[in-house]
């Protein structure tokens, strides 16, 4: 019998490497993987294909447009926008929208493009816990998502979360 305590042990099962589960798979040939992974062409296939699943949300309510933003991907975000992406869709677990995800990675450029659509409006929506993308960049502690946010929507700063916590506040260790 092996023992497989030792941490030099780099030994993997090849039945592990191997194992794909039929959820995986079916997200690998989704429109969600070709925006994480930055697949233009593939992103322009399924679209030209199936123009309606630019909104389709996997079962944790992200949309392509979703993975697009918080994988830095901003030539597949204006694909999406121009095809009708909703940009107030919002995960299941915690609602937040795509522009949520780009501020706290720190995607200054997809959030601008992204909020370039859904003016203030988006900048303003708030997720489950009642926190706007501002809250996100200082969770995320993204410094030029933060300057960026407050000189062009100053009232931001000024809001609080559903704890009573602004911005800055969430930002505390």
């Known amino acids: 019998m092996h023992?497989?305590?030792?941490?030099?042990c780099s030994h993997?099962?090849?039945?592990?490497?191997?194992?794909?589960?039929?959820?995986?798979?079916?997200?690998?040939r989704s429109i969600w993987y070709a925006a994480s992974s930055g697949n233009e062409a593939r992103v322009d296939r399924l679209l030209e294909r199936s123009p309606e699943t630019v909104n389709d949300a996997d079962k944790y309510g992200y949309t392509a447009l979703h993975y697009a933003a918080r994988n830095?991907?901003?030539?597949i975000c204006r694909k999406l926008l121009a095809a009708g992406a909703d940009v107030f869709?919002?995960?299941h677990s915690d609602g937040a929208t795509a522009a949520h995800r780009?501020?706290?990675?720190?995607h200054l450029i997809v959030?601008?493009?992204?909020?370039?659509?859904?003016?203030?409006r988006l900048v303003c929506t708030t997720n489950n816990s009642g926190q706007t993308c501002l809250h996100a960049?200082?969770?995320?502690k993204r410094a030029d998502v933060i300057q960026w946010l407050i000189e062009m929507f100053p009232t931001l700063?000024?809001?609080?979360?559903?704890?009573?916590?602004?911005?800055l506040d969430v930002s505390a260790p």
Do not use: I, W
Not at 18 to 25: F, G, K, L, N, S
Not at 102 to 106: M, R
Not at 111 to 120: A, M, N, Q, S, Y
Not at 157 to 167: E, N, R
């Open 3 to 8: 023992d497989h305590t030792h941490s030099c």
């Open 12 to 28: 993997r099962s090849a039945t592990l490497s191997a194992h794909q589960t039929m959820d995986e798979m079916d997200f690998e």
């Open 72 to 75: 830095n991907r901003l030539a």
């Open 89 to 91: 869709a919002r995960t």
């Open 102 to 106: 780009a501020a706290f990675c720190g």
């Open 111 to 120: 959030l601008k493009e992204l909020v370039h659509v859904g003016g203030e």
């Open 137 to 140: 960049a200082y969770r995320g």
């Open 157 to 167: 700063s000024t809001l609080v979360d559903h704890k009573g916590l602004s911005p």
